[in-house]
């Protein structure tokens, strides 16, 4: 079984700006044939003017997921309008925007076949998309959740105060929740188990956790797997570099898989988000809460 443990999540938005002032946006020609959701992380790349001049055309896409070296240009106010040329309707050099103005109509008016009839509240198509930078004054929030994949043990042991050791084919890391299965024999009383991983050695691999089940001791529990269990946010997570993963439905989210800085990580976490604390612990909250985060300087393509 694979992360995440949520199928969607809510789109990343901006939380707050340093300075106080309004965040920053600005509105590129978008990229053809781009259908991201609102919220979404946008990079830069060179595309087409639709007229075959201009150039060089930078056209905004949904960002890539990998390239974390001037990667972002910020985040999306708005869907992708999946258009047919590179920043078609985009108005250049001031001039104005041009007809139908928007994706969705229903039908010419009566004798007037080269109109089109778009309802009231429909969405505007400007050719561009309504992108909030990824500038140093602006911070955002995402929620929390996990990219990690169901993990090989290879090897394990019990102790009498319920703290497993093992030795895994996956790297893990302080504070994680994993669930045990798959262990037989001498192993099989940790099946179902949660366990906390507190202490972590070669990069990740070996690990022990805290589990419920005391009193005992196994020397050899065999070979098993260990599945991400539900991701909570908390204090420890502030000032932490993490990276950002795509869920099915097209919305974002911090990823505590991706923690290797300078490799797969694009932001920092600022702060907890005040509405997702718990009103018992003032520095946890509720599991896969939202964070505040800023983009790194090197990822900012701006």
């Known amino acids: 079984m694979a992360g995440p443990n949520l199928s969607s999540h809510?789109?990343?938005?901006?939380?707050?700006?340093?300075?106080?002032n309004t965040e920053l946006t600005q509105n590129p020609p978008q990229a053809a044939g781009q259908t991201f959701q609102a919220g979404a992380p946008i990079q830069l790349a060179a595309g087409t003017h639709p007229t075959g001049v201009l150039p060089p055309y930078q056209v905004a896409q949904v960002w890539d997921g990998h390239t974390v070296t001037t990667g972002i240009y910020g985040i999306s106010k708005e869907a992708g309008a999946n258009l047919s040329l590179d920043g078609s309707g985009y108005a250049s050099n001031f001039g104005q925007q041009g007809p139908p103005w928007s994706s969705f109509n229903i039908g010419a008016p009566p004798n007037q076949p080269n109109a089109v009839t778009i309802p009231y509240g429909s969405p505007f198509v400007t050719g561009g998309v309504l992108t909030?930078?990824?500038?140093q004054d602006t911070l955002f929030t995402a929620q929390l959740d996990t990219s990690e994949v169901q993990t090989s043990i290879t090897a394990g042991s019990l102790a009498t105060t319920g703290i497993v050791t093992m030795t895994a084919a996956n790297v893990h890391y302080v504070g994680e929740v994993v669930t045990l299965s798959g262990f037989t024999g001498n192993g099989a009383p940790v099946n179902g188990l949660s366990a906390t991983v507190l202490t972590i050695t070669g990069g990740g691999t070996g690990y022990t956790a805290q589990t419920t089940l005391t009193g005992s001791?196994?020397?050899?529990?065999?070979?098993?797997v260990d599945n991400p269990s539900t991701v909570t946010p908390g204090q420890w997570?502030?000032?932490?570099?993490?990276g950002l993963t795509q869920d099915s439905?097209?919305?974002?989210y911090i990823d505590v898989n991706k923690r290797t800085v300078g490799s797969n990580t694009v932001l920092t976490v600022v702060g907890m988000y005040p509405g997702d604390v718990t009103q018992s612990n003032a520095f946890l909250e509720v599991p896969n809460g939202q964070l505040v985060f800023q983009f790194l300087q090197a990822a900012q393509q701006v």
């Open 10 to 20: 809510v789109p990343i938005d901006m939380y707050e700006t340093i300075s106080g």
């Open 132 to 135: 909030m930078l990824a500038a």
């Open 217 to 224: 001791v196994i020397a050899a529990l065999g070979t098993g």
């Open 237 to 242: 997570n502030v000032g932490q570099q993490y």
């Open 249 to 252: 439905t097209g919305s974002w």
